[in-house]
């Protein structure tokens, strides 16, 4: 079993600045792309970044510039760093990682609960 856990949502004034976090925890024998979704009221889920165990990168048109995804490959973990930050952002956020839990098995998505981040005008 695995679980992710996010952390860092919270209520921001446009312009400001959050921090995200989610560390996945349980059986996990490697982990391969990590990334970031968020879903908006009335919207479907959306990609926002994403982060290979080699540190590759992946940023959606609407966040380039102003997100920064990280990772800590020892703590499982990864970290959205969110600046100039608009109304358009408030979502919740979730965490996804694809985890093989033992060799003989294939990657399988994994999701975490969701973080709220709300941005005020």
């Known amino acids: 079993q695995v679980q992710l856990v996010e952390s860092g949502g919270g209520l921001v004034q446009a312009g400001g600045s959050l921090r995200l976090s989610c560390a996945a925890s349980?059986?996990?024998?490697?982990?391969?792309?990590m990334g970031w979704y968020r879903r908006a009221p009335g919207k479907v889920r959306e990609l926002v970044a994403h982060?290979?165990?080699?540190?590759?990168?992946y940023y959606a048109d609407f966040v380039k510039g102003r997100f920064t995804i990280s990772r800590d490959n020892a703590k499982s973990s990864i970290y959205l760093q969110m600046n100039s930050l608009k109304p358009d952002d408030t979502a919740v956020y979730y965490c996804?990682?694809?985890?093989?839990?033992?060799?003989?098995?294939?990657?399988?998505?994994?999701w975490g609960q969701g973080t709220q981040v709300t941005v005020s005008a």
């Open positions: 982060i290979t165990s080699g540190g590759d990168t």
């Open positions: 349980g059986s996990i024998f490697s982990v391969d792309i």
């Open positions: 996804n990682a694809d985890v093989r839990v033992n060799p003989e098995h294939s990657y399988r998505h994994f």
